[in-house]
């Protein structure tokens, strides 16, 4: 029953606790004392019981970097003894990246996680986040949901499925290539959704310490250069998420850029090639422009969002494996995130 659990509600910024300033909305401290005046509905029946922790100072979440993921996660695995589920209330902007990381950190958390926040502030006439905390306050009580998800709008989402795909709008993230795991209406109906993998070697339960490494995002597009790629490259890129075209292509007739690409994943860089569009996945060798990518070596990122993609290398590499594991494991589901070769 949720009124026997406690739930540990950790503030790391965002919308959400915001207040006005000269120069825009700003994170804003304190907001145990905003809800004790805004949301006195928070202690109603039904709700879970909560505590509070608040990371000092708020943060805009534009300003999270992948050591904050580290951070958050190792939070979360010292308290998860003490509480029956976690909310964690973050910023829009990279709440998408931030879910996806710890779908691949807190993978022996065993208690629910979800993240959740607001596209208009508590203090803030029509604010969302009265909705959305209730829901991910109900959510995180109910041991059914023992994964990372997100809460938002009217959408219980898996997290490393998740995109923000309205900047403005109540119901701002959506799960293109994934079924919501609850649609959250009158009542909250939960979907049958494939169940999380197995997690794989058993020290992969454990925290994972922050180690730095360097993942650039690079969207193909057109008239796109070799030297652009090469300068990413020489600048120490250890891993590339290739935003490619529909199903996985990129201007194959630019011959110099195919080799600057090749030269690098023999170097030990991993490409992993996601694709433009929201919806649908890559399957590189439906074309001769995408067969000419996994020729040189690039591996298929299938559905994989790129935010799931660059959260999931980043842990990987985290784990000090080769490239040629990490270029493996970037094909496998290993937390829910893809769903390998939909058409074999
Ligand atoms: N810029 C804000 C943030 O990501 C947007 C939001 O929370 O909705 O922190």
Redesign the pocket.
């Known amino acids: 029953m949720s009124g026997t659990k406690c739930i540990c509600v950790i503030y790391t910024?965002?919308?959400?606790g915001?207040v006005r300033s000269a120069r825009g909305?700003i994170?804003a401290p304190d907001l145990g004392g905003l809800l004790r005046t805004r949301m006195p509905q928070l202690r109603a029946e039904g709700i879970p019981r909560y505590e509070l922790v608040e990371i000092n100072p708020p943060?805009?979440?534009?300003?999270?970097t992948p050591e904050f993921w580290y951070d958050l996660a190792a939070r979360v695995c010292a308290l998860v003894p003490h509480y029956d589920g976690f909310v964690i209330v973050?910023?829009?902007?990279?709440?998408a990246y931030t879910a996806s990381a710890l779908s691949f950190l807190l993978a022996g958390a065993a208690k629910p996680v979800v993240l959740t926040?607001?596209?208009i502030p508590l203090v803030e006439l029509r604010s969302d986040a009265h909705a959305n905390l209730e829901a991910a306050l109900i959510v995180a009580a109910r041991a059914a949901t023992s994964e990372v998800t997100v809460v938002f709008g009217r959408r219980l989402l898996r997290a490393n499925r998740t995109i923000k795909t309205d900047s403005t709008a109540l119901d701002?993230f959506d799960s293109p290539s994934f079924s919501p795991l609850a649609d959250l209406g009158s009542y909250i109906q939960f979907h049958d959704v494939p169940k999380l993998p197995p997690v794989g070697p058993v020290e992969w339960l454990e925290p994972l310490a922050y180690r730095p490494s360097t993942i650039v995002v690079l969207p193909i597009f057109p008239g796109i250069h070799a030297d652009m790629v090469k300068g990413v490259v020489d600048a120490g890129a250890q891993g590339l998420i290739l935003e490619c075209y529909g199903r996985g292509t990129a201007p194959d007739c630019n011959e110099a850029l195919i080799h600057v690409l090749g030269e690098a994943i023999d170097g030990g860089v991993v490409a992993v090639a996601v694709s433009q569009c929201l919806d649908g996945h890559v399957a590189l060798g439906t074309y001769a422009a995408g067969s000419a990518l996994a020729e040189c070596g690039v591996v298929s990122g299938f559905d994989l969002t790129r935010e799931a993609a660059f959260a999931k290398m980043h842990t990987l590499f985290a784990r000090e494996l080769g490239s040629r594991e990490i270029a493996e494991k970037m094909q496998q589901n290993l937390r829910g995130e893809l769903t390998p070769d939909p058409e074999p």
């Open positions: 910024g965002g919308t959400l915001m909305y994170p943060i805009d979440s534009a300003n999270v973050h910023g829009t902007d990279t709440l926040g607001a596209q701002a």
